[in-house]
């Protein structure tokens, strides 16, 4: 019922020149997907990105947007910049930005805002960190995040939204949940939608699990009812090995 998204964050990975060659690489790789194919990938990289992709199953979104529409702040990118570009989708909140650029609850909740007013599709990423996982925090953690950061919007904001589980101490690390855990979190993270939002909500969003996901695990993670995708880090760098995820059940 929920069509399953395969996504590549690059992260601060590829030139424009690279980011040609990897998308001309993978466009037939993937072309029969019976997922949604994204990229996510540095701002410098969006206009290349979009040129390759053209008439491609594969979308591109960006990895973080500003909520203002304009203004001092400098280094941001807003909304409606990433809208001229037809980004289809934008990473928010991802733990690499929480950790290291102050992202909280309350600008993620902003950012996302900014997105859906611009037609953008947000990937808002939610995750606990190894301490807080060995504190017995997770959920409080996850209900924080999904209720501060998702306050406000409406059941149809949810076509929209995709909601990225990644446990901070899987991600790079080699370290994956195993697909049992990761089920049984995100079956929480719907428990949560639906209580906070409705049951429909929580029925339709898609979440998907994040964190070392790769070739050897993918088809595992996938396997699992509640698990719709995956938004993969180190191996969506690889034309091959971000193909071999995206056609995980064939
Ligand atoms: P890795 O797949 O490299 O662990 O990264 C996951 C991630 O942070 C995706 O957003």
Excluded at 9 to 16: A, E, F, L, S, Y
Excluded at 124 to 138: M, S
Excluded at 150 to 167: H, T
Aim: with cysteine.
């Amino acid at each position: 019922m929920r069509k399953a998204i395969i996504a590549g964050n690059w992260k601060m990975n590829k030139t424009m020149a690279e980011t040609k060659a990897m998308i001309a690489e993978l466009a037939p790789k993937v072309k029969d997907a019976d997922c949604d194919v994204v990229l996510c990938v540095p701002y410098t990289d969006i206009l290349a990105a979009k040129r390759a992709a053209k008439g491609t199953n594969i979308k591109i979104g960006a990895e973080n947007v500003h909520w203002a529409e304009k203004g001092a702040f400098t280094g941001e990118v807003s909304a409606e910049m990433l809208k001229e570009l037809k980004v289809d989708y934008v990473i928010i909140g991802h733990s690499e930005r929480r950790q290291y650029f102050g992202e909280t609850d309350e600008t993620v909740n902003k950012r996302t805002a900014a997105a859906l007013n611009a037609k953008i599709r947000p990937i808002v990423c939610v995750g606990e960190t190894e301490d807080e996982r060995v504190n017995g925090l997770t959920e409080k953690v996850l209900y924080r995040q999904i209720t501060e950061g998702l306050k406000g919007f409406k059941s149809k904001d949810f076509d929209k939204i995709v909601i990225a589980y990644e446990p901070v101490w899987a991600i790079g690390t080699g370290r994956t949940a195993t697909a049992t855990d990761a089920n049984v979190t995100i079956g929480y993270i719907r428990k949560v939608l639906a209580k906070k939002f409705r049951g429909s909500v929580a029925e339709k969003t898609r979440i998907q699990y994040g964190g070392s996901m790769n070739v050897k695990n993918c088809k595992e993670l996938m396997a699992e009812e509640e698990i719709d995708g995956g938004l993969i880090g180190g191996a969506s760098l690889k034309a091959d090995d971000f193909a071999y995820i995206v056609n995980y059940n064939k």
